[in-house]
């Protein structure tokens, strides 16, 4: 099943429906006992935990709460263990308490030589960035010190992922029985997530929210050929790409479809003698009626805006053929929005944050999964706003989310890649958001196998497509 992320208030929800285990505080203990395993076993990797030291900024309420019983567990394993409370009135009692019989000692500033330092400021409810007090704790400590947050880093958002500035950038963030929104819209910032069962869990949901796949999903979806398969059951895509006079565009998401599945590529335009040189095995035809039937279109990068290019994009999208709109092709959709909205047949468009502001006439902001989110609902269409964290929208409100890990992908040309791994899975079959989300995946490993920790161009990303579908079917 796809992991689910969830929003404060259905977390809180998930919470309430526990009954006794939240209103005995069973929840917290649990919660806290998590934190504490974890930062042992970071402890543990430097040595042991006995001697060893470890902080905490507490703030108000609950979240704080967690970090001092967190705090309680570990001194009594001969962890040395300090405190700074940025409101002493309305510190948790309970946890205060038991941080105080553990041998937890209260200071008004932390050392510089801690080991880990754990962020108890705020957990789901907070809004905005760290205030002043808090800034200065955490900038106490030194910079070799690990640094774990409970439940969020604070200054995050928990339903949007908007870092605040200043905010905790976390090495560890431990959260308890499902992951929270921003947990994947604010990756980078939590660092390694660990989930804690404490007794929560989500509900099955209506389908609306975000969501990911793993490796193993998206091997399972992606389209392998059966004993029965021919290249026309596996899927013909067709390609309207480049030029002549710009070949590149043509040739990187031509043969990116051709990477992708075994069905067919049918490639369409003046750079048709460019593309067959390097992929003799693309069907191409300088002109769209010349290009025989496909399953799917790829239409836009490097394609061009002028009133020819219009025209070819009218005719592809009158069709009832799922359609991908890309690069040069969402240009044109900014300006006659009517050739998509409400269009019956799949659709999806693939943006960057620059394209999606002309699409949807305002600029992403800070809460890209509501932007991305309404402009799928508002014309009818599946949306993949492109990123580190890539979020693909479909009509009724769900969005699959997939990090990338990095940025080695972020290189001229490799938007033309992920279209045409993208389009390939449309053709075989794979409804828009599921092929959008699965190549989002391949094309991020993609980058990963072809850079090792190097800058990459697009045609290193291409030849690294195959060697992540193996990796993600567990055929290498």
């Known amino acids: 099943m796809p992991t689910r992320y969830l929003t404060a208030d259905q977390i809180r929800a998930a919470e309430r429906v526990t009954g006794d285990l939240l209103t005995s505080g069973t929840l917290m203990r649990r919660a806290s006992a998590g934190v504490a395993h974890v930062v042992a076993g970071e402890l543990d990797r430097m040595g042991g935990c006995y001697g060893r030291r470890v902080g905490i900024v507490v703030g108000a309420g609950d979240n704080g709460g967690d970090a001092l019983y967190a705090g309680s567990f570990l001194a009594r394993r001969g962890v040395a263990c300090t405190a700074v409370l940025l409101a002493p009135d309305k510190a948790h009692a309970g946890g205060l308490a038991a941080f105080r019989r553990a041998g937890g000692r209260v200071v008004d500033a932390l050392s510089r030589d801690l080991d880990v330092v754990i962020d108890g400021v705020v957990g789901i409810g907070g809004r905005g960035p760290l205030r002043a007090n808090a800034v200065e704790a955490f900038a106490a400590v030194g910079s070799q010190a690990t640094t774990v947050a409970v439940d969020l880093p604070s200054g995050v958002d928990a339903d949007t992922g908007e870092v605040h500035d200043p905010a905790v950038r976390a090495d560890i963030t431990v959260t308890f029985g499902v992951v929270r929104n921003a947990h994947l819209l604010a990756a980078t910032q939590c660092g390694r997530v660990e989930v804690i069962d404490i007794g929560i869990a989500a509900g099955a949901g209506d389908g609306a929210g975000l969501w990911s796949l793993s490796d193993d999903e998206v091997g399972?979806?992606?389209?392998?050929?059966?004993?029965?398969?021919?290249?026309?059951?596996?899927?013909?895509?067709?390609?309207?790409?480049?030029?002549?006079?710009?070949?590149?565009?043509?040739?990187?998401?031509?043969?990116?479809?051709?990477?992708?599945?075994?069905?067919?590529?049918?490639?369409?335009?003046?750079?048709?003698?460019?593309?067959?040189?390097?992929?003799?095995?693309?069907?191409?035809?300088?002109?769209?009626?010349?290009?025989?039937?496909?399953?799917?279109?790829?239409?836009?990068?490097?394609?061009?805006?002028?009133?020819?290019?219009?025209?070819?994009?009218?005719?592809?999208?009158?069709?009832?053929?799922?359609?991908?709109?890309?690069?040069?092709?969402?240009?044109?959709?900014?300006?006659?929005?009517?050739?998509?909205?409400?269009?019956?047949?799949?659709?999806?468009?693939?943006?960057?944050?620059?394209?999606?502001?002309?699409?949807?006439?305002?600029?992403?902001?800070?809460?890209?999964?509501?932007?991305?989110?309404?402009?799928?609902?508002?014309?009818?269409?599946?949306?993949?706003?492109?990123?580190?964290?890539?979020?693909?929208?479909?009509?009724?409100?769900?969005?699959?989310?997939?990090?990338?890990?990095a940025s080695w992908a972020a290189t001229a040309g490799a938007g033309d890649v992920l279209s045409g791994i993208a389009g390939a899975l449309l053709a075989a079959g794979l409804d828009p958001q599921l092929a959008g989300a699965c190549a989002a995946r391949v094309h991020a490993r993609a980058a990963q196998l072809a850079s090792r920790g190097a800058p990459i161009g697009a045609s290193n990303l291409l030849a690294a497509v195959r060697p992540a579908i193996r990796e993600l079917l567990g055929t290498d």
């Not at 009158?318 to 890309?326: F, S």
């Open 220 to 405: 399972s979806a992606w389209p392998v050929p059966g004993p029965a398969d021919d290249k026309y059951t596996q899927g013909v895509v067709g390609i309207i790409a480049g030029s002549h006079r710009y070949p590149g565009a043509a040739i990187l998401c031509s043969g990116a479809a051709v990477t992708a599945t075994s069905g067919m590529t049918r490639y369409v335009g003046s750079a048709h003698a460019e593309v067959v040189s390097h992929f003799p095995e693309v069907v191409a035809a300088p002109e769209l009626a010349d290009a025989g039937r496909v399953q799917a279109w790829v239409i836009g990068p490097g394609g061009g805006t002028d009133d020819a290019a219009l025209e070819v994009l009218r005719e592809v999208l009158a069709t009832n053929l799922p359609v991908l709109v890309d690069a040069d092709g969402l240009t044109l959709v900014a300006g006659h929005p009517e050739l998509v909205e409400g269009r019956d047949a799949p659709t999806l468009l693939t943006p960057h944050a620059g394209e999606f502001a002309r699409l949807a006439g305002s600029e992403v902001g800070s809460d890209r999964l509501a932007a991305v989110t309404d402009l799928a609902r508002r014309w009818g269409v599946t949306v993949l706003l492109k990123g580190r964290i890539t979020l693909v929208a479909d009509r009724d409100g769900g969005v699959a989310g997939n990090d990338a890990g």
